[in-house]
């Protein structure tokens, strides 16, 4: 059973309130080095998962040092949870959490001693630093390694007692910055419903910086792109994937006597596309894959592989600008 936190004190509303992300023309231009970050202007709704996306070096991690105030921005303005992160730093680090790349966790301690200490920083209480620790820890499937020391867990306990110590104080805003890394699928799926719980039943504001395709276009309600520092594009991952372009249906004809008339029959919902040649394809401008199906049906053509391929976020990224964004691990200057 998931435990439920909840400060009776502060409702959903009153957590949403004022807990968005407003960044215009923010700059960070490091010493001997090209701009990490080239201007980038961005808004996030209170209770918005917003997925970053780009390369390794794009300036996805530089962008989150500066809105959590850890590294001073050359240029430009941002505001976390309605607070200016130069001029009110304090009241920024107050209402946000943060999970990053690095998780800043002593071997030594476990992971109950852990949640003892942050609980303490924030200045909770005695008793309620216990209840919103043994919460915490059951919430992220940590209780029976709760006693444990961190040096003996595995990476995604790691990652799970990192994005618990976030959630410590209530946050209304969460950073969390590449979490999955190095995760295996089980752990990666566990950290993305707790994510995807915290935005959608709790109001808690979520900037999610990833490398991986499926986390932003699972996770996030919008999703910006950003590529050497600057963001190419930004919108729903439904409406950043209809920009490429329409799905495309590929059918493999079962007798390849037949593969004329399984043409035939597809233009009538498309043009034709490049594919292999055992198969025959169309990007659908007509239609869906089930009047296809009817389709062939109805001509008595079987086939033995029929499949819908829908545009992805990395033909986005392909197509906004020019490489493809898997394998794109370049260094661009960023730092952290």
Request: glycine share 10%; charged share 25%; proline share 5%.
């Amino acid at each position: 059973m998931v435990a439920t936190i909840s400060d009776e004190t502060i409702t959903r509303q009153e957590r949403k309130r004022g807990s968005g992300i407003e960044v215009e023309g923010l700059v960070r231009e490091f010493r001997k080095g090209p701009r990490a970050v080239d201007g980038i202007s961005l808004s996030v709704a209170p209770g918005e998962i917003y997925g970053f996306l780009g390369p390794n070096g794009a300036g996805k991690s530089t962008t989150v040092l500066m809105l959590t105030t850890l590294l001073p921005p050359t240029a430009g303005v941002a505001r976390v949870a309605g607070h200016d992160i130069v001029r009110e730093g304090p009241k920024v680090r107050a209402a946000i959490g943060a999970a990053l790349q690095e998780a800043a966790l002593d071997p030594l301690l476990t992971g109950r001693e852990h949640l003892g200490l942050q609980a303490a920083l924030h200045g909770l209480p005695k008793q309620e630093r216990k209840r919103r620790g043994e919460a915490l820890l059951e919430r992220v499937g940590l209780t029976e390694a709760a006693d444990r020391k961190v040096g003996g867990y595995s990476g995604g306990m790691k990652r799970r007692l990192d994005l618990a110590l976030a959630l410590v104080h209530n946050p209304r805003v969460l950073f969390l910055d590449e979490p999955t890394t190095g995760l295996d699928p089980q752990s990666r799926s566990a950290l993305w419903q707790e994510v995807a719980r915290l935005a959608h039943e709790e109001g808690v504001t979520v900037f999610l910086t990833t490398q991986y395709l499926e986390e932003a276009d699972q996770l996030a309600d919008r999703v910006g792109i950003i590529d050497r520092g600057r963001i190419v594009a930004e919108d729903t991952p439904a409406a950043l994937k209809a920009q490429v372009g329409r799905p495309s249906v590929e059918a493999v004809p079962a007798n390849p006597k037949d593969r004329a008339a399984i043409q035939r029959t597809l233009e009538r919902f498309g043009d034709l596309v490049t594919t292999q040649s055992s198969a025959v394809a169309v990007r659908l401008s007509r239609g869906d894959l089930t009047d296809v199906v009817r389709a062939l049906d109805v001509e008595g053509l079987p086939v033995a592989n029929l499949k819908l391929n829908a545009p992805t976020l990395d033909d986005v990224f392909l197509a906004k600008t020019g490489r493809s964004l898997e394998g794109a691990g370049e260094s661009e200057g960023e730092q952290g």
